[in-house]
């Protein structure tokens, strides 16, 4: 075994990064589309660079640090101590969550080199079922762990931070000297507007990143994706959790037109928008509730009205006033008001937590660097403790509620909702067009349990965990879909919601299958049981010989050009040379959808001290 402390050795971190081959991920998992990540933000962002230091696969240089650290502590380098790891061995579990077989992948290649290195450096590679890898997650009990990112907003913010002071430094338990020196960097860089200056702050932090190695971004792929020919009116952007279904619908040679079924991995945690921070309830949650506005298409940065009819912003990009839909119905038959719209986002930044996204609002409303609730209560000492803020003088308490309530204004006789920053945000509306920023019927709200709207208890319903959240299984927003049912760990079902205030769904239900066996999902697409599946990049030259036609994405137009026929595929050549382009179509059953850079990767992280 190892002690708590293995990974808080900066060498220890250092040896496991030399001994990790990016490069073989990126050929042998992804055949060549994709590209070993040097930093933690995405291309064209800042920060962003090609010439960045990074850990490249070096089996020589891990044995060097493995032999500089000093696991026990008694001041004498590995290498000249034989009680010391490099004498003594290790034996470690690295944890992947079923079916994710990349993730596997990753740390089986690990195992292999580590053992290359030391015979006595022992990995073991084990899976858990989705839930059970989170909770895992969170209680720091994960020794190493592939931890993977799906940007929420398109900025550099959105990935330096949640691998260091948000989500993922959290579950490393990331030592507090260490973050500070990050959230100062994060901070300066948040605050500033041209483009330049920030890339010069991310570039220090680029460097801290790599001489502390708290983690190791693996690769940056390119899209892969298929669907049955079959399947009509699907919007491909890359930072939806999923799919959103209101506009998809098949045609008659379908084997089943009035369900669209979609056979993918992980099962939702907790369907409360606030709390929602996984790809697997974000998919169910973005096709029941909505945002006051949404993303136009398949674009990443452009914006149209949703629950908002339409909005100004003050000159000086403080003040936001939305004007609020009339007409719209709540599933359960409630009228959409400001009020309600006022008070979701009220309550969310209530809640607050850093295993939520609300830190996402925190920041813009309350100050850069205050990214949850707690920084106005008692500068943080109660973060993510619920009973340490109870603790705090209840007119502190009920000063921050109120002083979120004035954030955050309704005006029903008006119709608008009125929300003040604490400074300009540039990227507020990306913000705010994500399912934490979905609006829920306050009184639906109260009556089931949750936070009753006054300033006396809010602090009751803060970091509130998964299992003890009376949302965590029951929905009421105003989208198309409407829940059916969840059977855990194996199937959510919606259905078209009649009373939808705009254009109806064009299929009546969706099937969300969690099924973790790739060659079941596989055997399902065959058959035609399943519209869409999730594919591993590892298991892509099983389907690729299904596809019979591929639409290339075009990076002048930002979109994928209009499919074209495939005569045959090749699956042992790479990328986009397996496929041969022709006039004439074939009759496999397959759409691709093809090279579109990807807003998301894994990252190996370390936790520093093993609960």
């Known amino acids: 075994g190892i002690p708590g402390t293995f990974f808080d050795d900066v060498h220890i971190r250092k040896a496991f990064a030399y001994a990790f081959d990016a490069g073989l991920v990126a050929e042998d998992v992804y055949s060549g589309e994709a590209v070993q990540s040097k930093v933690l933000s995405l291309p064209g962002m800042p920060g962003y660079d090609p010439d960045a230091p990074f850990y490249n696969f070096d089996l020589e240089k891990a044995a060097e640090e493995f032999k500089l650290a000093d696991v026990d502590k008694d ?3 590995a290498g000249e101590d034989p009680d010391d790891v490099w004498e003594m061995g290790f034996r470690v579990q690295m944890l992947y969550n079923t079916g994710n077989t990349t993730r596997q992948i990753v740390a ?10 030391n015979e006595k450096f022992v990995v073991e590679v084990l899976g858990l079922p989705w839930p059970a890898y989170l909770t895992a997650q969170r209680a720091y009990k994960i020794p190493i762990m592939v931890g993977g990112w799906l940007e929420d907003i398109h900025d550099a913010h959105n990935w330096y931070q949640p691998y260091t002071t ?15 020196e990050f959230k100062t960097l994060l901070d300066q860089g948040v605050s500033l507007v041209d483009s330049q200056a ?33 399947v009509e009116g699907r919007v491909l952007n890359p930072i939806f959790s999923g799919d959103v279904f209101k506009t998809m619908y098949e045609t008659e040679d379908s084997p089943d037109p009035g369900t669209i079924t979609v056979a993918s991995i992980g099962d939702p945690l907790v369907l409360d928008p606030a709390a929602c921070y996984d790809t697997a309830s974000g998919e169910v949650l973005q096709n029941i509730y909505e945002t006051l506005v949404f993303y136009d298409g398949i674009q990443t940065d452009q914006f149209v009205p949703q629950l908002a009819e339409s909005w100004e912003v003050s000159d000086d990009g403080t003040v936001w006033t939305f004007n609020i839909r009339e007409g719209v119905k709540f599933h359960e038959g409630g009228d959409l008001t400001p009020s ?32 949850d609730i707690t920084g106005i209560v008692d500068d943080f ?29 309704a005006d029903d006789e008006a119709g608008t909702v009125t929300m003040t920053l604490a400074q300009p945000w540039g990227p507020f509306l990306a913000t705010i067009a994500n399912n934490w920023g979905a609006v829920m019927d306050k009184e639906w709200v109260i009556e089931n349990g949750g936070w009753d709207g006054t300033c006396e208890t809010w602090q009751n319903y803060y ?14 927003g105003t989208s198309a879909y409407m829940l059916d049912h969840w059977t855990p760990d194996q199937e959510v079902i919606l259905t078209a919601f009649d009373g939808y205030w705009g254009e109806p769904a064009l299929t009546e239900r969706v099937a969300l299958l969690n099924i973790s066996e790739f060659g079941t999902r596989f055997a399902m697409l065959q058959a035609g049981d399943a519209d869409i599946i999730y594919v591993p990049a590892e298991n892509r030259a099983a389907v690729d010989p299904m596809v019979g036609e591929i639409a290339i994405y075009n990076p002048e137009t930002n979109a994928y050009d209009d499919p074209v026929p495939v005569c045959s595929i090749d699956t042992t050549r790479l990328g986009i040379d397996r496929f041969e382009i022709c006039d004439e179509p074939n009759d496999q059953p397959l759409t691709l959808y093809f090279g579109r850079p990807g807003l998301a990767q894994d990252v190996i992280l370390f936790n520093f001290n093993i609960q």
């Open 381 to 409: 000492a109660s973060a993510d403790d619920r009973e340490s803020l109870i603790a705090n003088d209840p007119q502190v308490l009920i000063d921050a509620c109120e002083t979120v309530k004035s954030k955050i204004v």
């Open 75 to 77: 001041g004498i380098p």
């Open 340 to 371: 309600d719209v006022a008070y979701s986002f009220q309550r969310g930044l209530l809640q607050g937590g850093y295993s939520t996204p609300q830190w996402l609002l925190a920041e813009p409303f309350l100050g850069v660097g205050i990214d």
């Open 198 to 230: 920030r890339h010069e702050v991310y570039q220090e932090f680029n460097q801290l990143y790599f001489d502390q190695a708290p983690g190791v971004p693996i690769v940056l792929a390119t899209s892969h994706g298929y669907e049955q020919k079959w």
């Open 463 to 476: 970091s509130m965990a998964d299992a003890d959240n009376p949302f965590r299984a029951i929905t009421n």
């Open 108 to 117: 089986e290649i690990l195992q292999a080199s580590l053992s290359e290195v």
């Open 166 to 180: 948000g989500t993922y430094g959290a579950r490393q338990k990331m030592p507090e000297d260490l973050r500070a």
